[in-house]
């Protein structure tokens, strides 16, 4: 079977679940490579629905959960995005997929923010060899400060766990009426994936589900 024809039955498998349901999120998902965003000897792996490990003890989320993230933050062409946590880059050039589309001329923009040098390194040479470069931008610091310099964003993604109290500076860079999807809770005991709108000088939280993601480490984060 070809690695389109996998991501085909993937793509089919998430609709049947009821994890992918819009249209801008389904073609994103058929068409962006996630074998191109994962290590050589991973491969194998890329069209099957769980986690797998990149490298530095981090891993790309499962496809499901890049989908649903995508579906909750209600993507749309032209939107501006911060990610925190760019692991392999493959989160993100699903998100550029969305905003900026081949055909689009009003492109959005994807900034993400990783804090291990080597990652950063090869979401860059991955996002390049995908073409994803031109609409996602790859910034090398400590995610829970955020990246004030384009602030402030339509949404922001968050793909570490952070603490139940979220970083100030990941609020204060989202725009009015924008979202926040991120998971948040314990360090140790797994956490809830929420979707956070800004309304004014409120936030107003949604549970959506028990998750588990490797932890946000940095100053308004957890501790290395
Ligand atoms: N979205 C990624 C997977 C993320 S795994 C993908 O599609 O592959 C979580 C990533 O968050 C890891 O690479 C980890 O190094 C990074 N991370 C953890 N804390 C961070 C912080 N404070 N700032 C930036 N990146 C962080």
């Known amino acids: 079977m070809s690695y389109e024809e996998k991501r085909e039955e993937l793509v089919q498998h998430l609709i049947n679940r009821k994890v992918l349901t819009k249209k801008k999120v389904i073609d994103a998902m058929l068409k962006v490579p996630r074998h191109e965003f994962l290590p050589r000897e991973a491969v194998s792996s890329a069209y099957i629905d769980s986690p797998v490990l990149i490298g530095l003890g981090q891993t790309i989320s499962a496809p499901h959960m890049n989908a649903m993230m995508c579906e909750l933050l209600d993507l749309n062409e032209g ?20 905003v900026a589309p081949s055909d689009s001329n009003n492109p959005g923009h994807v900034y993400t923010i990783e804090r291990h040098k080597k990652l950063v390194e090869t979401a860059r040479r991955n996002l390049k060899e995908t073409g994803y470069d031109k609409h996602v931008t790859v910034i090398h610091r400590d995610g829970t400060l955020g990246y004030s310099e384009q602030a402030p964003y339509d949404k922001i993604l968050v793909t570490a766990a952070s603490p139940k109290k979220i970083p100030q500076p990941i609020k204060d860079q989202l725009k009015d009426g924008g979202l926040i999807c991120i998971p948040a809770g ?5 956490q809830n994936l929420y979707i956070i709108r800004k309304i004014g000088r409120e936030y107003k939280a949604d549970k959506i589900t028990g998750v588990r993601f490797v932890s946000l480490i940095g100053k308004y984060g957890w501790p290395e």
């Not at 939107?79 to 969305?98: F, M, N, R």
């Open 186 to 190: 314990s360090r140790e005991f797994g």
């Open 79 to 98: 939107e501006k995005i911060l990610e925190i946590g760019t692991g392999s880059g493959y989160h993100a050039a699903l998100c550029a997929e969305i």
